[in-house]
């Protein structure tokens, strides 16, 4: 397998058309999987790219958008305690990946730079939601828990964390050197 080096930098608009690309391919994949897609929400995940306060964020291979997520300072109120919304937790949504490249486990990079940032930061937790039971597996094996379930107009969210730390060897797996497992 060759090795890929990865980076993470801010969104802007000039990254929209790269954004609903990655969310159509990864539609596509989903789809062929007879799993639910974003394929409706294309255009909005990629105007997400001009937030005037930058919180969404690209992973770059080699140069080319193969990822994105967005970051927040606020966890979303939902069904987080009074307690839980008072500690600082960065809170991780939107994250769509390029299925082309997902020998390199993109999103896993993705939730461990967000993890790293978040104890950099001096934040207690990183927090994220979902609405599928497969991404809730795949999140556990990146090491968030389910702290809520509740129900939504369209379905079941998944309310997670994983307290914040540093991830000492994140600059090798964004090096290649690594495989960015949790």
Known sequence: M????F???PATSGDASAVETLVLARSDWLEERG???WRDDAGLVSALTANPDGSMWILEA???PVGCTTVTDSTPP???TEQELSEPSLYLYTTVTDPAVRTWKPGTLLALWA????F???KTWLRRGCRFPGLVTYYQHQGFA???EMRKSRGPMYLMARRAEPVKDLQDRFDGTTLPYA
Do not use: F, T
Request: hydrophobic share 40%; aromatic share 4%; glycine share 12%.
């Open 2 to 5: 060759p090795s890929l080096r």
């Open 7 to 9: 980076g993470v930098r």
């Open 35 to 37: 799993l639910p897609s």
């Open 62 to 64: 080699d140069g080319r």
């Open 78 to 80: 939902m069904a987080w």
């Open 115 to 118: 993890l790293d940032r978040a």
């Open 120 to 122: 950099q930061e001096g």
């Open 146 to 148: 389910v702290v809520h």
